[in-house]
Every structure is written in structure tokens, then in C-alpha cells.
């Protein structure tokens, strides 16, 4: 069960609700942005320069670091054609790679059962957060969620097992629960399998905080916790080549000024702060993080926030990362925007594509539905 560090590590962070594109990577150089965000934009004196043209905002000065060393590569005017403009049809599409119809299987799924076709592992993949992304859904393949890594399962957070025998008898109590007398059908036995394989898992993911010391003080926040539990269960060596987790909400349709600022100054100090545990443990080349969002917002604001957009931008983040822009960020002119909104000019099913076989050295074309234009992230 135990794999070596040597296998890529894929770390996912969505940013749900729909990141604000124009306020994070700032086209500052664009009267046209000024124009169309007379309220609700990034003021020059809190501008931190990429270039003559773009700027980080200035919250986000530890992700500008790692953008200098070379170590983060910003994907620009990411999205799909027609965007919806709906949190859930969008990021359905995003899930399961199916733009024209409703997906079944999640495209994270496809690459868990890649890595590990024969379900041995069932930490494989490994969900931080409240439930389970769509993304890593797919029969036959066992994925463990955990909401927070410390006081994760039956096993661990119950005081009153003390011994192997204590710790069989409440895994086989709750096999029942999850056992074929559940019901029956198809759906029945996916949950009884997912059941069986969250407890197979407990008993297993319990030991990352056990064997885990860092001189890294994270942050108090949901999105600081989980990256340091993914730090945690990738340094215990259990195998996991796949972590999901999500950070938000940036459904910033009022007060975006103030809930944008604290989301960004959040992800990039945890952000920061788990490249720095990695580097600590020698581990820091085994890793990338991938950060994404559903859609861009409107280009011009509405006074307190931003509405549902269309192209968006995405970021990769490593070590073994080729650091630098990547696409062209999509112009503002009112002749090339759709309805009001930046369109998009490079698919993400490339994106992805560009991750799986660059970085986890798989076949992208069965995971995203075909051949799409790749770059050189990793």
C-alpha cells in the first residue's frame, strides 16, 4: 500500500462560485478596464507589476513570489464555449468534461482508476472538504473524503477504542450499515461500495497526523487546514497522487471589495505555506497545484461586485512548474466581448489535458473526450 514519494502529485484547489479574472490577474495597462469597473477594480497604488501590461493585486504577494522564482504558470482566457453563466451547469462541465450533455463520470475518476487500476489503494484519491466533488466520482473507483484530518473518522476521534479488537468491531458494525442489506440496485451498491471504501480508508488515512511535525504555522481557515492535511497525508507516504479541495465562496455579486481581498490574502498565504512545509521535507518537486474556477465575472461591474462572466484564468503551481504566461488574455473591446463577458480562448479540457499527461504521464484523451491543445506547464 505504502508507494514511494516519487509518484506526481496532483493537488486540485477550485475556487467556487466564480473568481472575479479581471480583479486577480489586473489588466491595468486597458483603459477599457477602468472604464468598466469604475467601482469594483484594484487601485493603481495596490498593484503589484508582473509587466507593462498586468499586474497581481496586492494581497497576493507571496503567490507574486512564487510567480517570480519562476515556480507558477498563469493560463489565461480559460473556459468553454456558450458558458452557461450557472454555477452548477458550469461546473458540471468542469466536472465531467461534457460540454453538450450531462456527464456521468467525474475526469478525476478517469485518472484514479488510471493510476490504480486495480481499486487496490483506496487513498488514491483523497477529497478535503465537505463531500465529494463530482470531479472524482466514477464507479468501481474508491475515493476517501475527509472534512478535517484530525478528527477524521470512527477510529481515531472515538476515545473509547482502544485496541485492534475495539477498532474491528466498530469497522465491521458499520460494514453492516453499508452491507448489501442497504437495498438493492445499482445505486445502492455504489453507496454500500462507498461506505466500505470510506472506512477502509479511516483506518488507514488516521496515521498521517501521527507521524506528521512541520515548523510551518499555518493559517486559522478552511483553506490553510486542508492544504496542511494534504501536506500531512502525502508526507506519511500513503500513496495519494490525487487531492482535491475548493476555497470560496467568490459569488461576489455585492461587497466584493472586502470578500475577494480576504479570500485571496487566505489562498495565497496557505498556498505559500504548503510549498514551504514541502520544501521542509525535501518533497517540494513531487507536487503541483492546480487552481481554478467555474467562469470569469462581467466586465463591468455593478456598482458593489461583479455578475456571472464567462473566461476565466487558472494557475499551476510547482516546483517542476515552467513558470510564465501561458494564452492571451482576452480582449475587452465591446466588439469581441459575449454579452458583456471576456470570451474564452483556451479550452480547459486542454488544460487538464496539458496536466495529465505532462505531469501524471497518462493517456488525456479517454479522460477529457479527446485531443485538445496542450501547453508546456510542467
Given amino acids: 500500500m505504502v508507494l514511494t514519494h516519487k509518484d506526481p502529485v496532483l493537488v486540485v484547489i477550485e475556487l467556487t462560485g466564480a473568481n472575479d479574472y479581471l480583479n486577480t490577474i489586473v489588466p491595468y495597462s486597458e483603459p477599457?478596464?477602468?472604464?468598466n469597473r469604475p467601482k469594483v477594480h484594484i487601485s493603481q497604488d495596490e498593484l503589484l507589476i508582473i509587466d507593462d501590461h498586468l499586474a497581481f493585486r496586492s494581497d497576493t504577494e507571496p503567490l507574486k513570489d512564487i510567480y517570480d522564482k519562476g515556480n507558477m504558470a498563469i493560463v489565461h482566457g480559460i473556459g468553454f464555449a456558450n458558458s452557461p453563466r450557472s454555477h452548477f451547469r458550469a461546473m458540471d462541465i468542469?466536472?465531467?468534461?461534457?460540454?453538450?450533455?450531462?456527464?456521468?463520470?467525474?475526469?478525476?475518476?478517469?485518472?484514479?482508476?488510471?493510476?490504480?487500476?486495480?481499486?487496490?489503494?483506496?487513498?488514491?484519491?483523497?477529497?478535503?472538504?465537505?463531500g465529494l466533488p463530482r470531479a472524482m466520482t466514477k464507479?468501481?473507483?474508491?475515493?476517501?473524503?475527509?472534512n478535517?484530518?484530525?478528527?477524521?473518522?470512527?477510529l481515531s476521534s472515538n476515545p473509547g477504542i482502544t485496541s485492534e479488537e475495539d477498532r474491528s468491531q466498530m469497522l465491521n458494525s458499520f460494514a453492516r450499515m453499508y452491507g448489501p442489506t442497504i437495498g438493492n440496485g445499482p445505486t445502492m451498491e455504489y453507496l454500500g461500495q462507498a461506505g466500505r471504501d470510506a472506512l477502509r480508508g479511516a483506518d488507514i488515512i488516521r496515521v498521517a497526523p501521527e507521524t506528521y511535525s512541520s515548523n510551518v504555522e499555518y493559517a486559522n481557515n478552511n483553506i490553510s487546514r486542508r492544504l496542511r492535511d494534504v501536506a500531512q497525508v502525502h508526507l506519511a507516504g500513503l500513496g495519494t497522487q490525487?487531492?482535491?479541495?475548493?476555497?470560496?465562496s467568490f459569488d461576489t455579486h455585492y461587497d466584493q471589495m472586502g470578500s475577494h481581498t480576504k479570500l485571496w490574502i487566505e489562498l495565497s498565504t496557505a498556498i505559500n505555506d504548503f510549498l514551504a512545509d514541502l520544501s521542509e521535507h525535501n518533497a517540494s518537486d513531487e507536487v503541483v497545484v492546480m487552481v481554478y474556477s467555474e467562469f470569469g465575472r462581467r466586465v463591468r461591474d455593478n456598482g458593489t461586485g461583479t455578475d456571472h462572466g464567462a473566461a476565466g484564468v487558472a494557475f499551476v503551481?510547482?516546483?517542476?512548474?515552467?513558470?510564465?504566461?501561458?494564452?492571451?488574455?482576452?480582449?475587452?473591446?465591446?466588439?469581441?466581448?459575449?454579452?458583456?463577458?471576456?470570451?474564452?480562448?483556451?479550452?480547459?479540457?486542454?488544460?487538464?489535458?496539458?496536466?495529465?499527461?505532462?505531469?501524471?504521464?497518462l493517456d488525456p484523451v479517454p479522460i477529457v473526450g479527446g485531443t485538445f491543445e496542450q501547453m508546456s506547464l510542467v
Fill in 94 to 130: 468542469w466536472h465531467t468534461c461534457e460540454p453538450d450533455t450531462i456527464g456521468i463520470n467525474g475526469w478525476l475518476g478517469h485518472v484514479i482508476q488510471d493510476l490504480d487500476p486495480s481499486g487496490e489503494n483506496v487513498l488514491k484519491g483523497v477529497s478535503l472538504g465537505q
Fill in 148 to 154: 478535517h484530518l484530525p478528527t477524521y473518522g470512527v
Fill in 242 to 248: 490525487v487531492f482535491y479541495t475548493a476555497h470560496g
Fill in 32 to 35: 477599457l478596464y477602468w472604464d
Fill in 139 to 146: 464507479r468501481g473507483v474508491p475515493v476517501t473524503s475527509v
Fill in 317 to 361: 503551481i510547482g516546483d517542476r512548474v515552467n513558470g510564465g504566461m501561458y494564452g492571451t488574455y482576452p480582449s475587452l473591446k465591446p466588439a469581441d466581448l459575449s454579452q458583456g463577458d471576456l470570451n474564452p480562448n483556451y479550452d480547459f479540457r486542454g488544460f487538464y489535458s496539458s496536466l495529465v499527461e505532462g505531469w501524471l504521464g
